[in-house]
């Protein structure tokens, strides 16, 4: 059955070095999701808006994001967990509560 997945991993670091690797990992994660058949979302590509909302003077704060993040996730039928970050966290326990399938490494996933 082809699925939905919610690709959540930790993003936002001090070190833009750091965050540039973290969106890396997840972009390659998700182009092998696609490859298994199924689709994905990936919250990590919102980083690319920053630029966009600088230049219109609009600042979007952490839970911004997370709301979208959220209405995202809830329409996906399962979640992919990369590694633990605050963020990843509640995405992690709200794809629990709504009962969504967890995914904890690529090899986990079936092919459709």
Known sequence: ???????????????????????????????????????????????YLNDSLEDLYIEWSYEDYLEIDFFWLRKCTSLFYIGKSPGTDRELKLAKASRKKIYYSLEEIKPC
């Open 1 to 47: 059955m082809q699925e939905i997945i919610y690709v959540a991993g930790p993003l936002t670091s001090n070190n833009k070095e750091t965050v540039i690797k973290n969106v890396k990992k997840a972009k390659d994660i998700s182009v092998v999701i696609r490859q298994l058949g199924h689709h994905f979302y990936l919250p990590h590509l919102l980083y």
